[in-house]
């Protein structure tokens, strides 16, 4: 369907906005997080909103859902000035949020969750009894088909987020905000939401759609609001701009949407991986014998949806999780398990480590940023005063030379790290690690929760890395960073790898048939 496509028949012009959002304000301490801002969004369509790190989105979506109070403003559902003081007085307003991260309970049933928190008395057979029917109705209504006494721990990620949305409709919700809902999904799944989220336009629901995808905006939304600093800078319909306009408004200039990148010179063989298995701590086998090599000067890329082996692969390749099998930097084999078998290991071999979960394995949350910028590299020569201390000054000085050219905001590099935005919490650890100069970058999700302009220069970096003849093991859930920033892409289903792929010879429905594990030959 065509952006912008038949939204006058869906509502009538005298009718009230689903939400009327006024001179909203909010900070916290000096931070000016949401500066006198408004927007309106008519019912029955999808409204996207964008902007980059720190400007305010999640803020103003959390104010509407009830997690923040304004500090001014004024909020109108359906016309009617509301009060939104929790979630609960969100949801009694007819709003729902499926957020990033789900809200399950994984060893309960769908119908268990469900009706968790709005249960009907003591005795769950009634309230299970009538979920059971309203899910039946929904699930036909809306495309939502799951089953209602599967555990969420075997459904797969695209399922999962269908009962989000079905605890919502449950809830009797009429507006829904979505917050990066494709993040995990493929392809496939992503354009099945598509079709859900149309259908939920179309049967009059309001849909506010959080995603940093220039390409869902422009195929999904009917209008786009795009935030800057704390301040709105404008709304459009959809149908009347561009990705390259909006990139624009986003960060204030000029953006380079397309990864500028040459043909590539691979060297010698910088890693080399044979047979490679891990088992988690149940004993769970979760790589089953990974074989591959990367070459100086190009960049492998591992796509597949989230959990399929792709993070125990960035473990054991930095030391993190235990390992059997080979693992051969620059012709040395490397320690797989034992004490000698960890992170500084590895990066006295030369590699360098993005990891994905940049909170629990990039970060101490509490620490400083400058403290976070010198783990692994504390014992560098530029950061020692004498032979029993370190320079702490040097090492701010240099963090501070390194938010500037990564544009983290603020660029104060005494604030703890969870005083940033998820954002900005990244570009310290790609700076970080990137800037080491490594033989090898291992980097899981570079641009996750990044901004299109930080986005660009973190492309820009790789490419440069590889162009200087390092080699880059590149893990994305995102096909199209896979697609424009790899030499070759390896796909990954179930711990193994289901085969190699040339970027310009494949195409996203080949590589979205191997991510859901079917290769030539499957039946």
Known sequence: MPSGANTSGRQATAAPFAIELKGISKAFGPVQANKDISIAVPRGTIHGIIGENGAG??????????????DSGEILINGTPTA?????????????????????????????NVILGAEEGAM????LAKARRVLSDLSREYELDVDPDALIEDLSVGHQQRVEILKALYRQADILIL???TGVLTPAEADHLFRILSGLRDQGKTIILITHK??????????????????MVGTVKTAETSPEELAELMVGRKVLLEVDKGAPNPGKTVLSVQDLHVRDEHGVERLKGISFDIRAGEILGIAGVAGNGQSELLE???????????????????????????????????????????????LIMDFEAWENVAFGYHNAPEYQKNALLMDNDALRADTAAKMERFDVRPPIPTLPAKSFSGGNQQKIVVAREIERNPDLLLIGQPTRGVDIGAIEFIHKQIV?????GKAILLVSVELDEIMSLSDRIAVMFDGK???????????????????????????
């Open 214 to 231: 220039l390409r869902e905006i422009m195929e999904i939304t009917d209008h786009v609001s795009v935030m800057r600093r704390g301040t």
């Open 124 to 127: 769950l057979a009634r309230s």
């Open 57 to 70: 989105k999640s803020t103003l979506m959390s104010i509407l859902y009830g997690f923040y109070r304004a």
């Open 84 to 112: 939104i003081p929790d979630s609960q007085s969100a949801i009694r307003a007819g709003i729902g949020m499926v957020f990033q991260h789900f809200k399950l309970v994984q060893n309960f049933t769908v119908l268990e």
């Open 316 to 362: 054991a390749l930095g030391g993190i999780a235990a390992a059997t099998g080979r693992i051969v930097m620059n012709g040395t084999d490397l320690p797989l398990t034992g004490a000698t078998a960890n992170g500084q290991t590895r990066r006295e071999a030369g590699i360098a480590h993005v990891p994905e979960d940049r909170q629990h394995l990039g």
């Open 464 to 468: 440069a890395l590889r162009d200087a």
């Open 179 to 181: 917050d990066e809902p």
């Open 497 to 523: 790898l289901m085969g190699f792929r040339d970027p310009e010879t494949t195409n996203e429905r080949e590589l979205g048939l191997l991510m859901a594990g079917v290769s030539e030959g499957t039946p």
